[in-house]
């Protein structure tokens, strides 16, 4: 919208740019322009009205003869709409590699995401001689649950427990996932065996405050989780998956012990 008159200087072309983008599109246009070279670059322009719309200036030099430089040609075209849909693109691949490391189910972080996590933790705690806790939680007799309640109400059962878990983790780099079925695990950083006991208790008794009906549970009418517990400060020589496993045998021990129970060190 600008008058072709109001055009008289490089310093009009420049003042005309988003302040964010002058100084690199400025140094690397007349770069370009000194050594001779046609060039082109994006980047955001005032409009007469007082906004602003991304624009492609393009370039081209015009030689002597003799192979010096003897003007610019320039051109700029309105790139505002392949911006916005550049943006919306690089939006949806933003969303879409959020919900790669989402259940669908219950929203919460799946087994991709907490492989990814607990790996990154490990390393940390090493690194920082930090303890590393983490919560191994099963649903007590939820294929029973499912037999009684069925299959829609059984999912959302694991969407209900999810909310009361995530609920319990309040920290910003505390993590649930869930690890498969009807179970579902929580990574606590720089958390140690004595929080990670009262953590655990908690999440067993926010399950119970919820008093979930469960007719076919052996253990009472209500839903109930069974809990695995485990903290370490990871050596130079430990190996993560043992410390999974030895979680995951606190958990089935647990089980094993009448459930609705924590098993930790």
């Known amino acids: 919208g600008w008058a072709p008159s109001s055009w008289e200087s ?19 246009c007349v770069a370009q322009s000194q050594a001779g070279v046609d060039h082109e670059a994006d980047y955001r322009a005032l409009t007469r009205d007082g906004r602003y719309v991304w624009i492609r200036d393009v370039v081209h030099v015009v030689r002597n003869p003799d192979g010096t430089v003897d003007s610019l040609v320039g051109f700029m075209f309105d790139i505002s709409e392949r911006k916005r849909t550049e943006q919306q693109l690089i939006s949806l691949q933003k969303e879409m590699e959020e919900l790669s490391f989402r259940d669908g189910l219950t929203g919460v972080a799946n087994r991709r995401r907490f492989d990814a996590i607990i790996e990154l933790e ?10 590393l806790s983490m919560l191994m939680m099963d649903i007590d007799y939820f294929k029973q649950y499912n037999d009684r309640y069925g299959h829609l109400e059984g999912d959302a059962c694991l969407k209900h427990v999810a909310r009361i878990l995530n609920s319990a983790a309040t920290r910003a780099r505390d993590l649930l996932a869930r690890f498969g079925g009807e179970e579902f695990v929580l990574v606590l950083p720089e958390t140690d065996e004595a929080a990670a006991g009262k953590l655990a208790e908690r999440c067993r008794d926010l399950i119970l405050a919820e008093q979930i009906p469960h007719e076919r549970s052996p253990i009472g009418p209500v839903l109930t ?6 903290t370490m400060i990871p050596g130079h020589d430990d190996e993560l998956r043992p410390f999974i496993d030895a979680v995951d045998k606190r958990l089935y021990e647990a089980k094993q012990q009448g459930r609705n129970r924590i098993v930790a060190e």
């Open 122 to 131: 490990w390393s940390n705690a090493r690194r920082n001689r930090q303890p």
């Open 10 to 28: 490089v310093g009009d072309w420049a003042s005309r740019m988003h302040p964010a983008d002058r100084e690199w599109v400025v140094d690397f």
């Open 225 to 230: 989780v069974s809990i695995g517990a485990g």
